[in-house]
């Protein structure tokens, strides 16, 4: 079997490098991986990483580029990788623009679709834009729908999806339990204060540029004024994101500003702090297996079984809901939930591989 898997961001290498692994492992299977560099500056680390290595990188990001632009590029390079590649199926992941413009650009030439993480749904399609739109369309041309839960299942059903539909659980899992019996150089945490509670944040969603992100920035503005708290912020290096984060906390005390972190040292990071702040999902689906609380700055999330289960809570970009919700875990005055992890058991990859391969398996159930 030849497949083809495609990623360009930083979550798709880490979410795909135990897939990846696996089927290269598998007598039979022909694996080519193309990267095509959608986060150039964030992509290389968790390649290295996890030991991949791509087999051709089409290099596509510019300064300041557009979604079309990035979409079109991107449709237009595909059609060089198929020819040469040819394969029984690509794989993508996720609701990237790479996976967009990968999945569509497939459909095009009549070749078979596999959607990793298939299913998610936030139900509106500005939040998050563009990415519940890109899951959308990615599922309707798949032919494997990969769903990490039985919610993202029931999902694809009501929408009729015409792929074959598989409850794998989410390879994020996978990956980070690697992550937890791996160490390797890089994986220093920063310097942090053992007598102050960590707030981790991380917040680059595009839905919350401009008055949402300063709203966030504020709300953190006003934990940091307690003395029992340490805030640590790796900021994306988006210039939207970056250049509001850096002019309004980049002086502030018990706030340190770093660079994007590896994923092994934000998993460490994640188990030792008290409070996580976020917007990313992956993080959502990571803290569960950690016992960090989470808040969620995001006003609704494709990912549901975590709130349900009560081990986060949705709280928006609101400053005095950020920073009420915050002060509660801090104080100890709330409480979240403890337990299996609704996303995953870190058995994804072998049940895609099996799935790929036509092998009889167990669904992943949930907690």
């Known amino acids: 079997m030849k497949l083809l898997a495609v990623i360009g961001t930083r979550p798709e290498a880490i979410k795909m490098a135990p897939l990846l692994a696996a089927l290269r492992e598998e007598r039979g299977v022909e694996l080519r991986l193309c990267v095509t560099g959608q986060h150039r ?52 992941h996720g609701d990237t623009t790479t996976a967009l413009a990968t999945a569509l650009a497939a459909f095009h030439r ?65 990956a980070l339990q690697l992550a937890l019996t791996r160490k390797g150089p890089g994986d220093e945490l920063p310097p942090l ?14 839905e919350s540029f401009g008055e949402g992100l300063a709203s966030i920035c504020s709300a953190l503005a006003e934990l940091a004024r307690r003395d029992d708290v340490e805030i640590l912020y790796p900021v994306h290096l988006n210039p ?33 702090a008290d409070l996580i702040l976020t917007d990313s999902g992956g993080i959502q689906e990571e803290a569960p297996s950690l016992g ?17 289960a009560g081990f986060a809570r949705l709280v928006g970009t609101d400053r005095e809901r950020i920073v009420r919700e915050a002060a509660a875990v801090l104080d100890g005055t709330t409480g979240f939930a403890e337990g299996p992890n ?8 072998e049940r895609i591989v099996a799935a790929l391969l036509g092998r009889q398996f167990e669904e992943f159930q949930g907690p």
């Open 110 to 174: 009549g070749l078979r679709v596999g959607h990793v993480e298939a299913g998610l749904r936030s139900g509106d399609l500005e939040r998050p834009f563009p990415e519940e739109m890109n899951r959308r369309a990615i599922d309707m041309v798949s032919d494997l729908l990969f769903a990490p839960t039985l919610a993202a299942k029931r999902n694809l059903q009501a929408e009729r999806a015409r792929g074959r539909i598989f409850v794998t659980g989410n390879t994020g899992i996978d």
């Open 240 to 272: 939207a994101v970056r250049g509001p984060v850096e002019a309004a906390l980049g002086d502030r005390p018990n706030i340190r500003l770093v660079a994007p972190l590896d994923h092994r040292p934000l998993v460490r990071l994640m188990q030792r």
């Open 292 to 308: 960090t609380p989470v808040l969620v700055m995001r006003e609704v999330t494709e990912r549901p079984e975590g709130i349900a």
């Open 342 to 349: 609704p996303y995953g058991d870190g058995r994804a990859a």
């Open 41 to 92: 500056e964030m992509l290389d680390s968790p390649l290295r990483s996890f030991g991949l290595e791509a087999d051709c990188d089409l290099a596509l990001m510019e300064e300041q580029q557009s979604l079309n632009a990035l979409a079109g590029s991107c449709l237009l390079a595909m059609d060089r990788i198929f020819d040469a590649a040819r394969p029984d199926y690509v794989l993508v």
């Open 193 to 206: 204060d053992p007598a102050r509670k960590l707030v981790l944040v991380t917040g680059h969603r595009r």
